[in-house]
């Protein structure tokens, strides 16, 4: 079983930043082992995914965050974060991390308001 605890959500002005952190724990699980990925809903709007790092040391964005984002693991910590910079309105959502180990598990999820 893996535990999945999101934090850092919260209100920023247009333009500024935030940093989501998601703390993992689970009897057997090292963070190394996985495929990270964060995944965002908006009200009215269906989840989409927005980043992952990889197992292969590899990360991947959807284009809407590109070079805005930036996911990164510390496996020491059991942690994966999300670095949000110029923040739109548009990225406002419930962010969520999510793996796989033999099933999917989701974290409860942080609000991110984006508003001036």
């Known amino acids: 079983q893996v535990q999945l605890v999101e934090s850092g959500g919260g209100l920023v002005q247009p333009g500024g930043s935030l940093r989501l952190s998601c703390v993992a724990s689970g009897t057997g699980i090292s963070l190394s082992e996985l495929d990270w990925n964060w995944y965002r809903q908006a009200p009215g709007k269906e989840r989409e995914w927005v980043a992952g790092?990889?197992?292969?040391?590899?990360?991947n964005y959807a284009a809407s965050v590109k070079g805005r984002f930036t996911v990164s693991r510390d496996n020491s910590k059991n942690a994966v974060y999300l670095e949000m910079s110029s923040l739109k309105s548009e990225d406002t959502a419930v962010y969520y991390c999510y793996t796989h180990y033999h099933k999917d598990f989701w974290g409860q999820g942080t609000q991110v308001t984006v508003s001036s």
């Open positions: 790092t990889f197992t292969s040391g590899n990360t």
